[in-house]
């Protein structure tokens, strides 16, 4: 009788077992559970690529950074050098830069010249002011209007500076002349695309149009620190020349826009249309022309903007 209750009890609790499932141990691998989460090669895919996008929007930052740093010590030397001596009266002190500069009773050209340098010095600070995302996401109208003036300066700065180069002349002949004049063009038109796209509300073309536009206008700042990166790379002069004609100066005339051109465009491509590895190349190679970037940078405040302040 005992046994028999027994029995049933026991096969009671094995019924029991076999209908309330067990507690599995979530430290026990097994086919039902792990405690690692299975990685997939979709989400290593999807790692990699967040990973080479962030890499390539720190380099871009790492850029623009160096950007502000160097053109804002070139607007200081501009304002203060050119500045200095106009508020002196003492305008011939231009000519100690330029070649071609202040002419004694050559008032079309002179005013043409002093606009120029003016309008570097508005412009500088509103291209600046252009590309930082903060003020186009909270302050729209301020950006538009920013863009319309710095857009228009600029179309005015082009001019002024085409009809200095082709009735003043510059250092480096022929080379320079034409380098400039082809800059000068390339600024009308992409500002005039970036000007028309805003206008139909084609954005992201406007948003290419626009970075193209600082670029170019940017080629004095970038021939300038091109060159002092080149001279303290080479520890020297080499191929500048005695009357600033050298193979270097020559392939700078048109470098100091285009390659930084070629550089934006190749940015872009690999921004929205590269896979991770081409944007961590990508993201590299900006980094260490930012870094050749910063080395002009320096050389030109040594070398050019401090012993004359």
């Not at 002011?129 to 186009?136: A, D, E, F, T």
């Not at 320079?176 to 073309?205: P, T």
């Amino acid at each position: 009788m005992v046994a028999a209750v027994i029995g049933r009890r026991r096969s009671g609790t094995l019924a029991c077992r076999e209908i309330i499932p067990r507690r599995k141990d979530p430290f026990v691998l097994g086919p039902e559970r792990s405690v690692l989460p299975m990685t997939t090669p979709s989400a290593i895919s999807r790692t990699s690529a967040d990973g080479a996008a962030s890499a390539l929007r720190l380099a871009g930052r790492f850029w623009y950074l160096t950007v502000v740093v160097g053109q804002l010590l070139f607007l200081i030397y501009v304002a203060a050098f050119y500045g200095g001596a106009a508020a002196g009266a003492n305008f011939e002190k231009w000519n100690e830069v330029l070649v071609g500069g202040y002419v004694a009773g050559g008032h079309v050209g002179n005013l043409a010249l002093a606009s120029h340098l003016l309008l570097a010095v508005v412009i500088t600070a509103g291209g600046l002011l252009q590309l930082i995302p903060w003020l186009r996401a909270r302050a729209l109208a301020f950006h538009r209007w920013n863009g319309r003036v710095y857009l228009g300066l600029a179309v005015l700065a082009a001019l002024t500076g085409l009809y200095m180069v082709w009735t003043r002349g510059t250092a480096g002949g022929l080379a320079m002349r034409a380098g400039i004049s082809v800059n000068g063009l390339l600024i009308l038109a992409c500002a005039a695309l970036a000007w028309i796209n805003a206008r139909r509300g084609r954005i992201d073309a406007h948003r290419r149009w626009a970075m193209r536009s600082f670029i170019l206008i940017s080629g004095v700042w970038f021939f300038r620190v091109g060159l002092m990166a080149w001279i303290l790379a080479h520890q020297g002069p080499v191929g500048i020349g005695d009357d600033f004609d050298g193979p270097f100066v020559r392939f700078w005339a048109y470098g100091c826009y285009l390659v930084p051109l070629g550089v934006l465009e190749i940015y872009l491509r690999v921004q929205s249309q590269a896979g991770a590895r081409t944007r961590l190349a990508a993201a590299l190679g900006l980094t260490l022309l930012t870094l050749f970037q910063a080395l002009g940078i320096f050389g030109a405040l040594v070398g050019m903007w401090l012993p004359r302040l």
